[in-house]
């Protein structure tokens, strides 16, 4: 009977008109009793079965209309299936009763993150639904922190998955279950009661460690990126990562000892993930907070990777804006770092190692005014970038020759003649041809171009002015 249910359940493809809910109501009702009937090998059985649900998932959450309003139902069913599991545990005593948890634990992850994407136009439903699923975690001796910082999820993926056996592996909708399952908690006192969780209690401990704060990070990395995922759950992962890194945690001193390296996909992936909240988000102020969680997510990370991250970003990033975002940020803390340290009178302590004190400072400069491709940038479409950029150079420049310094080498007769070179004076030309092409022109095109190239002109020609200065002295 279990290969006729599955082998049903798989042929749905093949029908291009029927109505999901209709047609997977009854065979997952009926999987969900003859799974009972199992008498023995239970687990090697339903280890068989639950891919070819979990496929009735994935095209539900793909294929299913917007207006069938036999979903809830659905997933009811499937939330029996989930009650038949647990049954059939509750009678084995040998090492099959483990994975057959550890089966159903993964089987309830990716319910979630079905139920968040396909509810959302109903919310009382989707929380009684994610409600019903969080009690399973209790049994399954699933934590809100093993979850949040996927060791959890790592640990029953080695343990169900063979050599021969690939399927779970590559599946990204359990991480992102497990983060949604925090994040639902976060969300409903209910959830988290029936989930056995307190969330304070599991929020201050993610608080007081880093390495948990860098394993949460890249958790709801999978939540950030997810382009399926209504906005009102990334909201609520913001307003998370905002409490988790609240207060002055980048002073701990166990982020100088541990090693950094084995986290930087999962935080590079994050935080491309809250760039495009930050561009995306339909509302101001979720935009806002992202921004915000940037900021502490970048603060985060140990200054020697900040640097190639930082970099990394603004390499793959396809928006001018971002870009500008991101070079604002090196300056906004540099500011901040220079203005406290010569409060002190610590001029050394301003120009201490760090990415926007050294030579690499001029490397993200050099990465706008003159891009791999070469030539100068384009413009009017990376106006924004450029301004950053400039300003940043600018910055930079005159903080060296305030404090009579020359830590990131921008005074240097040979970083000198390049910035003017190969970075001003072709940008120059380039600006003072589109204005010129423009300033006559009638065209709205016209108007906005020479808008935005109009600030450019004024701190361009500024920096020109400092370069040409500082040649002249050092003749």
Same mark, same amino acid.
């Given at each position: 009977?279990?290969?006729?249910?599955? /082998?049903?359940?798989?042929?749905?493809? /093949?029908?291009?008109?029927?109505?999901?809910?209709?047609?997977?109501?009854?065979?997952?009702?009926?999987?969900? /009793?003859?799974?009972?009937?199992?008498?023995?090998?239970?687990?090697?059985?339903?280890?068989?079965?639950?891919?070819?649900?979990?496929?009735?998932?994935?095209?539900?959450?793909?294929?299913?209309?917007?207006?069938?309003?036999?979903?809830?139902?659905?997933?009811?069913?499937?939330? @029996?299936?989930?009650?038949?599991?647990?049954?059939?545990?509750?009678?084995?005593?040998?090492?099959?009763?483990?994975?057959?948890?550890?089966?159903?634990?993964?089987?309830?992850?990716?319910?979630?993150?079905?139920?968040?994407?396909?509810?959302?136009?109903?919310?009382?439903?989707?929380?009684?639904?994610?409600? /019903?699923?969080?009690?399973?975690?209790?049994?399954?001796?699933?934590?809100?922190?093993?979850?949040?910082?996927?060791?959890?999820?790592?640990?029953?993926?080695?343990?169900?998955?063979?050599?021969?056996?690939?399927?779970?592996?590559?599946?990204?909708?359990?991480?992102?279950?497990?983060?949604?399952?925090?994040?639902?908690?976060?969300?409903?006192?209910?959830?988290?009661? %029936?989930?056995?969780?307190?969330?304070?209690?599991?929020?201050?401990?993610?608080?007081?460690?880093?390495?948990?704060?860098?394993?949460?990070?890249?958790?709801?990395?999978?939540?950030?990126?997810?382009?399926?995922?209504?906005?009102?759950?990334?909201?609520?992962?913001?307003?998370?990562?905002?409490?988790?890194?609240?207060?002055?945690?980048?002073?701990?001193?166990?982020?100088?000892?541990?090693?950094?390296?084995?986290?930087?996909?999962?935080?590079?992936?994050?935080?491309?993930?809250?760039?495009?909240?930050?561009?995306?988000?339909?509302?101001?102020?979720?935009?806002?907070?992202?921004?915000?969680?940037?900021?502490?997510?970048?603060?985060?990370?140990?200054?020697?990777?900040?640097?190639?991250?930082?970099?990394?970003?603004?390499?793959?990033? @396809?928006?001018?804006?971002?870009?500008?975002?991101?070079?604002?940020?090196?300056?906004?803390?540099?500011?901040?770092?220079?203005?406290?340290?010569?409060?002190?009178?610590?001029? %050394?302590?301003?120009?201490?190692?760090?990415?926007?004190?050294?030579?690499?400072?001029?490397?993200?400069?050099?990465?706008?005014?003159?891009?791999?491709?070469? =030539?100068?940038?384009?413009?009017?479409?990376?106006?924004?970038?450029?301004?950053?950029?400039?300003?940043?150079?600018?910055?930079?420049?005159?903080?060296?020759?305030?404090?009579?310094?020359?830590?990131?080498?921008?005074?240097?007769?040979?970083?000198?003649?390049?910035?003017?070179?190969?970075?001003?004076?072709?940008?120059?030309?380039?600006?003072?041809?589109?204005?010129?092409? @423009?300033?006559?022109?009638?065209?709205?095109?016209?108007?906005?171009?020479? =808008?935005?190239?109009?600030?450019?002109?004024?701190?361009?020609?500024?920096?020109?002015?400092?370069?040409?200065?500082?040649?002249?002295?050092?003749?």
């Amino acid at each position: 009977m279990l290969p006729i249910l599955c /082998e049903a359940l798989d042929s749905s493809s /093949e029908g291009e008109t029927i109505k999901l809910s209709s047609y997977f109501a009854p065979l997952l009702s009926g999987l969900s /009793e003859v799974l009972l009937m199992i008498k023995r090998c239970h687990f090697e059985q339903i280890k068989e079965v639950v891919p070819a649900i979990l496929r009735v998932w994935e095209k539900v959450s793909t294929d299913a209309d917007e207006e069938d309003s036999d979903l809830e139902d659905l997933f009811s069913r499937g939330i @029996n299936i989930a009650n038949s599991m647990q049954t059939i545990h509750q009678k084995l005593d040998n090492g099959s009763a483990e994975k057959l948890l550890i089966l159903l634990g993964l089987y309830v992850l990716q319910m979630m993150t079905h139920v968040s994407i396909c509810m959302d136009e109903n919310v009382s439903s989707s929380l009684r639904l994610v409600t /019903e699923l969080s009690h399973f975690l209790g049994c399954c001796h699933l934590s809100y922190i093993g979850l949040i910082t996927g060791s959890a999820v790592d640990m029953m993926i080695s343990t169900i998955t063979g050599e021969e056996d690939s399927f779970w592996a590559p599946l990204p909708s359990i991480k992102l279950g497990a983060a949604l399952s925090v994040i639902w908690g976060d969300m409903s006192n209910e959830v988290a009661h %029936n989930a056995e969780e307190d969330l304070t209690a599991v929020k201050n401990e993610i608080r007081h460690s880093q390495t948990r704060r860098w394993q949460a990070i890249g958790m709801l990395r999978h939540v950030f990126c997810s382009a399926t995922l209504p906005w009102r759950l990334k909201k609520h992962a913001i307003d998370f990562l905002l409490c988790i890194t609240e207060g002055d945690i980048s002073q701990e001193c166990e982020s100088e000892t541990l090693d950094f390296s084995s986290f930087v996909p999962s935080q590079f992936a994050a935080l491309q993930g809250i760039e495009n909240v930050i561009m995306h988000a339909p509302d101001a102020v979720l935009r806002k907070k992202a921004f915000d969680v940037l900021k502490r997510v970048l603060a985060d990370i140990p200054i020697s990777p900040r640097f190639h991250i930082l970099k990394a970003l603004i390499t793959n990033c @396809n928006s001018s804006s971002m870009v500008a975002i991101l070079l604002d940020i090196v300056r906004q803390v540099r500011h901040a770092k220079t203005s406290s340290e010569l409060s002190k009178g610590n001029v %050394n302590e301003v120009f201490h190692e760090t990415p926007a004190w050294s030579a690499d400072v001029l490397e993200l400069v050099e990465l706008v005014l003159r891009p791999s491709k070469g =030539g100068p940038p384009s413009l009017p479409e990376q106006s924004d970038a450029v301004l950053s950029a400039l300003n940043l150079y600018r910055f930079v420049f005159l903080s060296e020759s305030t404090g009579k310094t020359n830590y990131t080498g921008v005074l240097s007769k040979t970083n000198l003649k390049k910035a003017y070179n190969e970075w001003l004076l072709p940008l120059r030309t380039l600006v003072t041809g589109i204005l010129a092409e @423009n300033r006559n022109d009638d065209d709205p095109f016209s108007f906005d171009a020479i =808008g935005g190239l109009n600030p450019i002109e004024l701190v361009l020609y500024r920096c020109i002015e400092l370069v040409e200065e500082k040649l002249k002295h050092n003749l």
